[in-house]
């Protein structure tokens, strides 16, 4: 892990494992979204560069970020890991959330989910760019969030598989 944070890379080029990407303007967001899709399936979501949620080929969310954590999957709860940086490691703390602050992740994303579906099913967003040309990624977002985004559950572990 890197001991020093930078603003998000430019992930429509570096986010090689996501091999279907799209980078998203929409105007319900102050950012940009960014949604892509791992070979298994498993999707990605930033809206913009302080929240991101990442799930399993099934839907399921195995990690997020926000508010300065990250946020893991472990046996369907989420569990908060602080970063503490000292002049010579990073360490990691961590502490189990509870429900409630779990189910507030989840909806947060619900509620994120639902307005760039909003955007998507009345086209008030575009493309800024996507990987690979010439593929309906856009089309691939708004299918995976018509199946999923309402009954996101938390998976086992923070693995994609």
């Known amino acids: 892990m890197a001991r020093e944070e930078h603003d998000r890379e430019d992930l429509l080029r570096e986010a090689t494992a996501l091999v ?13 979204v960014f949604a892509g899709f791992r070979r298994d399936g498993s999707a990605s979501f930033y809206f913009g560069p302080d929240r ?31 970063r503490n940086r000292t002049a010579s490691e990073v360490e990691l703390h961590r502490q ?3 429900d409630a602050e779990s189910a ?16 998507l099913d009345h086209e008030t967003c575009h493309a800024v760019g996507q990987v690979p040309e010439g593929f309906d990624v856009v089309g691939r977002v ?20």
């Open 52 to 82: 991101a949620f990442h799930f399993t080929s099934d839907g399921k969310l195995r990690r997020a970020f926000g508010n300065g954590l990250l946020y893991k999957a472990e046996q369907g709860r989420l569990v908060a890991l602080r």
């Open 20 to 32: 279907e990407r799209v980078q998203l303007s929409v105007p319900k967001f102050d950012e940009d």
């Open 104 to 119: 507030a992740i989840v909806e947060d994303f619900r509620h994120r989910a639902a307005a760039l579906t909003e955007s």
């Open 142 to 161: 708004r299918a995976w969030l018509v199946d999923h985004a309402a009954q996101v559950t938390i998976a086992n572990s923070p693995r994609s598989a």
């Open 96 to 98: 189990a959330l509870s």
